[in-house]
């Protein structure tokens, strides 16, 4: 089973405001990836991270930022929060070779912005 | 045109039947399928995974993947109130970036 833990798995913050989403996995595993879900809507990659220091965007523009500078964390923080960012959050790491791998999902966070 | 489609559902079914849920996909390029159980407020948990074309069986689950028809399919046995969820479909192309593409996810009922 996997161990990946996301906080707060709540929020609900008013419009400006500074926030950081944590999320932390204690398996090891180099690579690392946030999402966002929408209802009805597929999962759509915004970040990822192939290891220590190594950042992406994603397939999704944000304008959240993150940082991998531990192996176990990779947070993501939008510097000014705006109701365009209300949505689901979905961080996941993954372990293995070229494609023979799987990703495994933490569960979740809820932002609500006012 | 996205490059994943999965029917949203809702697919309401009795408690025993046999589920049928499907995904079409565009790109000839994706190697690994999966299938993936989300339930309400909580993060997607892998069920499947497939490499290439064939079937693969777990417990009451089958993944069959059909890479001539670009069509994947998943196919739940003795179906519980418990598989009451949301099942998406994942796909990716392999190599170093593996970048998984979803479908938007079918909601299942099971009806007890």
């Known amino acids: 089973e996997a161990d990946i833990y996301q906080t707060p798995r709540y929020l609900v913050i008013g419009t400006g405001k500074k926030i950081t989403l944590e999320c932390s996995q204690t398996?090891?595993?180099?690579?690392m990836y946030w999402y966002q879900q929408d209802p009805g809507m597929e999962l759509h990659l915004i970040h990822y991270?192939?290891?220590?220091?190594?950042?992406e965007k994603g397939d999704l523009s944000s304008e959240s930022t993150v940082s991998r500078i531990r192996t176990e964390h990779f947070p993501l923080t939008l510097e000014s929060a705006r109701p365009s960012h209300t949505s689901q959050y979905l961080c996941?790491?993954?372990?293995?070779?070229?494609?023979?791998?799987?990703?495994?999902f933490g569960p979740g966070t809820r932002l609500l912005v006012l | 045109q996205k490059e994943v489609e999965q029917d949203p559902g809702p697919l309401s079914v009795p408690e025993g039947a046999i589920v049928s849920l499907n995904c079409t996909y565009s790109n000839s390029a994706f190697q690994y399928f999966m299938w993936y159980r989300q339930y309400s407020r909580k993060g997607p948990e892998l069920l499947m995974y497939t490499y290439s074309s064939g079937n693969k069986e777990d417990g009451r689950f089958t993944a069959q993947v059909d890479k001539s028809s670009k069509y994947i399919s998943l196919f739940i046995r003795d179906s519980q109130p418990s598989d009451s969820a949301t099942y998406l479909c994942a796909m990716s192309r392999g190599g170093a970036t593996n970048k998984l593409i979803f479908g938007t996810g079918t909601l299942l009922a099971v009806q007890p």
């Open positions: 398996m090891g595993h180099d690579k």
């Open positions: 996941a790491s993954s372990f293995g070779d070229r494609g023979r791998e799987t990703q495994y």
């Open positions: 991270s192939y290891g220590v220091n190594s950042t």
